[in-house]
């Protein structure tokens, strides 16, 4: 049995969900109420980078 397996749609899939996580997670969109749901402040954000 041979699996075929399509790189291209693995890389293209990998950068999106990469893109989407930047945009979801960054402050205009819920960034900011995700880091206050978690108990974080930018502070602390910068300086655990």
Do not use: C, H, R
Not at 16 to 21: P, R
Not at 32 to 44: N, P, Y
């Amino acid at each position: 049995m041979e699996i075929d397996i399509n790189w291209f749609g693995i890389i293209a899939g990998t950068i999106v969900a990469m893109v989407l996580g930047m945009i979801w997670y960054g402050p205009g969109v819920f960034g900011k109420k995700w880091m206050k749901a978690v108990g974080l402040t930018e502070e602390q954000m910068k300086k655990d980078s």
